[in-house]
């Protein structure tokens, strides 16, 4: 997926922010989104909560786009032409319909609810995504992985992985990434990290055992949940710094609710991100973006994607600056 916009920027926007602290003192930032087009001008909107002014990283995970329900025969679905990544892994996790990916490595694989699809990009990839001609409703989640500096020029690849269901007291969750409840990811990351997604049943009172050095966020996707007794509207995530051994969540509604936990051990370095890129300097992005523009070889060739290349967007006139994200609290 490309973080494409008109103009894109180092994603300090201002975003809405509720703290509170919940029973027990635990303190949840409540994250809003905004709303991004993705691929383009006139493409499907996405709802964007990762990166921005408040929160630049989770642990590793730097970007967070939430999209759908979208109505395919009313709005066309994704079609995200072949575009470049470095320094990062995407994640893709979707809910409802289906997607195909192409990329680089000669790779044509689909990405369907439940299942993972982790790219590496590492020095250099290109890929395209575009919802199949059978999926009606597109719903889901992309997400960014930072590699850590010693492993950002590692060689690009491709996993996927199906996970099991594991039944918890009220909800069910697939473990994608990493380990909760018992059930253990077999896919490798390069930093501490985790992923899953949770169904809690109407009424539902669950709490998690957690690896208390890891920061984590609550992406709610349908639902009416609180985490740690403050409630996260739909489409919003709520962050929690380390210390907690547990992390409490609450379903208030009469009907199942969907969230995502991400999670990691804070990221201590500071990234320059821009556009579909991450370095460590604005040297870094400058010189991808040439070598994308020149179709160099180091982001290879898409092939099977009948349209045009996406293009890079123009820098802006001043440097790019390093991120990185404030101390959690």
Not at 272 to 301: C, L, P, Q, Y
């Amino acid at each position: 997926m490309s973080a494409y916009e008109q103009a894109p920027v180092e994603a300090h926007r201002a975003t809405v922010t509720r703290r509170q602290k919940a029973t027990g003192g635990r303190q949840v930032e409540v994250l809003s989104a905004r709303e991004v087009p993705l691929g383009g001008p006139r493409a499907m909107v996405v709802r964007r909560t990762l990166p921005q002014r408040e929160r630049s990283l989770i642990g590793a995970w730097c970007f967070a786009d939430h999209y759908g329900p979208e109505i395919v025969a009313v709005n066309g679905g994704m079609d995200v032409a072949p575009h470049p990544h470095i320094g990062l892994q995407t994640a893709s996790w979707l809910f409802d319909g289906e997607i195909e990916h192409r990329d680089s490595l000669g790779t044509h694989a689909m990405v369907r609810p439940g299942e993972l699809n982790l790219m590496t990009a590492g020095r250099g990839i290109s890929h395209s995504e575009v919802s199949t001609p059978d999926t009606t409703i597109l719903r889901g989640v992309q997400l960014w992985i930072a590699l850590p500096d010693e492993h950002r020029d590692v060689a690009p690849a491709f996993r996927h992985h199906a996970p099991a269901t594991v039944a918890l007291d009220g909800a069910e969750a697939r473990v994608f990434l990493g380990t909760l409840a018992g059930d253990t990811s077999p896919v490798p990351t390069y930093s501490p990290l985790l992923g899953a997604e949770l169904v809690l049943e109407p009424g539902a009172h669950t709490t998690l055992a957690v690896d208390p050095s890891f920061e984590h966020g609550v992406l709610v996707d349908e639902g009416a949940v609180r985490v740690e007794g403050t409630a996260v509207p739909g489409g919003q995530l709520g962050y929690l710094a380390p210390g907690g051994e547990t992390i409490t969540l609450a379903n208030d509604a009469g009907s199942p609710a969907r969230l995502l936990l991400l999670g990691g051990t804070p990221f201590g370095e500071e990234i320059v991100m821009w556009w579909n890129f991450i370095g460590r300097s604005h040297e870094d992005i400058v010189t991808a973006r040439e070598e994308w523009k020149a179709g160099a070889g180091r982001f290879g060739t898409v092939v099977g994607h009948p349209g045009e290349r996406l293009p890079a967007p123009e820098l802006p006139n001043s440097r790019l600056k390093s991120r990185g994200n404030r101390s959690p609290r």
